[in-house]
């Protein structure tokens, strides 16, 4: 028997010298020899499913009309320690990814660079001047907080062995098969400040976590032929960008926290998202504050985004019933009351984000100048149609303000006199947050609004911060009117919106009797108007 079975193993022996030898022939017999081929890629952009979001918020604030926004941001790292220790499976400093994102929104909203060390050199070599630089208004703050690495590990398998001695070849096989998969989640926080003070901004925050995927798969095959072994192995490794997510993350956040502050109905620009509480009560504020007069203008200026030939009047004439018939019909309102709150979220949420828009809203501002300056008084004068008051928009009764402490309200100027034309400025801060509502009195008895205005709708504000009229960087100026006189500033704060017809002024400038327990803080400012100009007191650009 061992003579037969001599040749055959024999023949085995060759059989694998030979295909040993053929290994080696094919991988060049001198080792120093041996070469590989590298593939080439050219550099491309870096894309991410948020680029576009991120341009199109900046288009956003242009064509809601929402002003200039100066953020700073301050270093972002991460706040875990855990990107040393991993060897950078997250990354230590992501401040160029922040940096990128606020530069990347344009629409207005200015990205200052923090960087006080190339400042003050800059200042001391004399290259730059302190008076041209432009201060933010707010700024960015915030880190990566949370990295789970081993939040779900799962792993399966399987292998199969056998061997062919039974039918006389001493032959043996082994398989195996591994995947293993695992679950790692990043958070980000977000807060912005406000520049003056240094205070976060209630509400304006953003907090987002993205789970990350990790893939280990491994094949191998060996075959035994008289104690010699020879194998096949091979594993693949798909691991998602933890540092790619990272980026992902910070565009969200930045979109979401810049999106909340500017009043924008930001959640449109992101797949799968829902719409934004602390907006949406935002615009119920303004919604609820505004006069009669002042929300149908409102409600124009929003159909004229929406291609309607509409008119800012203040009033509600033919054009602007029609344009609302038909955008109710369009998204399913029909049978709601023109004024409702629901209406106008509908207007607020939608507006066209297009080229032909922010063309309208070129259009539309100089609408809103002429209506504030000649047709808002004669339009708060008319009674409004009985479709277009707010039923639920009444003054909150005494009873149910006897319990809440009213704050503070403080308003002052610049200065106590000023000649016809002169710019002025208006400041005022409250002790608890509150609607404000601000009126000036000529000395003719001519009343009109200070705040809120076209340029600062929202008159909700809240305590730690000095507020102007206008705001910084703002396009306009307010400058004094005639008559010459003792003109008086009127400043009213309430837990609930004060509308035009619910401010509690007499006929002669003063504050009625009982405001306080109306439920209102109330203060008063006066400033002389002497010889200059003729010029009317209004916003100016």
């Given at each position: ?383 409004p149609p009985s479709d277009m008051v707010v039923a639920n928009a009444s003054p909150p009764k005494v009873n149910d303000l006897k319990a809440v402490k009213l704050g503070e309200v403080k308003v002052w100027t610049n200065k106590q006199e000023f000649t016809i ?121």
């Open positions: 028997m061992n003579q037969k079975e001599f040749p055959i193993a024999n023949s085995y022996r060759t059989l694998v010298s030979v295909v040993i030898a053929s290994l080696l022939t094919a991988c060049g017999v001198n080792p120093q020899n041996v070469d590989v081929d590298l593939n080439t890629t050219l550099p491309e952009a870096k894309t991410t499913v948020f680029n576009n979001a991120v341009r199109q918020l900046g288009k956003a604030n242009l064509i809601y009309g929402r002003g200039s926004l100066h953020v700073m941001s301050k270093p972002v790292f991460d706040r875990t320690g855990t990107s040393l220790p991993t060897k950078g499976e997250i990354p230590q400093d992501i401040s160029e990814m922040v940096k990128s994102t606020l530069n990347g929104f344009g629409g207005d909203i200015l990205y200052i660079p923090y960087d006080p060390e190339f400042m003050i050199n800059t200042a001391q070599t004399g290259y730059s001047e302190w008076g041209d630089k432009v201060l933010p208004n707010v700024v960015l703050v915030g880190g990566l907080t949370e990295f789970d690495r081993g939040l779900v590990t799962k792993e399966e398998g399987f292998d199969i062995s056998g061997s062919a001695e039974e039918l006389g070849i001493p032959m043996g096989l082994d398989f195996e098969d591994t995947r293993k998969n695992s679950l790692a989640r990043i958070t980000l926080d977000f807060n912005l400040l406000d520049f003056n003070t240094f205070m976060g901004i209630p509400f304006i925050q953003a907090v987002n976590t993205i789970s990350v995927h990790k893939g280990l798969g491994v094949d191998s095959l060996g075959f035994t032929v008289y104690g010699q072994t020879l194998g096949v192995r091979g594993n693949i490794k798909k691991v998602q960008g933890r540092h790619a997510a990272v980026r992902l993350l910070v565009q969200l956040s930045v979109i979401q926290v810049i999106g909340k502050y500017q009043k924008l109905p930001y959640w449109r620009l992101l797949p799968g998202s829902e719409s934004d509480p602390v907006v949406l009560d935002a615009v119920r504020e303004e919604f609820y504050s505004l006069a009669s007069a002042d929300r149908i203008a409102k409600i124009q200026e929003f159909l004229y985004l929406y291609s309607n030939d509409v008119e800012i009047s203040g009033r509600l004439d033919v054009k602007t019933r029609n344009a609302m018939s038909k955008f109710q019909t369009q998204y399913g309102l029909q049978g709601k009351q023109p004024m409702s709150e629901e209406v106008y979220l509908a207007l607020f949420e939608n507006v066209p984000l297009d080229i032909k828009a922010l063309v309208r809203r070129k259009q539309v501002s100089a609408m809103i100048d002429n209506y504030q300056n000649n047709l808002r008084s004669l339009a708060l004068n008319e009674t034309g002169e710019p002025m400025e208006i400041f005022f801060e409250v002790s608890q947050p509150m609607f404000v509502r601000i009126v000036t009195v000529n000395s003719a008895g001519k009343m009109a609004t200070l705040f809120p205005n076209p340029y600062q709708n929202d008159n909700f504000v809240r305590p730690g911060k000095t507020f102007r009229i206008p705001p910084l960087g703002s396009p306009v100026s307010l400058k004094v009117g005639a008559p010459v006189g003792v003109d008086k500033i009127r400043a009213a704060a309430s837990i609930s919106p004060i509308s035009a017809d619910t401010f509690p002024l007499g006929n002669d400038g003063e504050f009625t009797a009982g405001a306080t327990t109306q439920g209102f803080s109330t203060m008063g400012a006066e400033f002389k108007v002497l010889a200059g100009s003729s010029n009317q007191a209004a916003f100016n650009k």
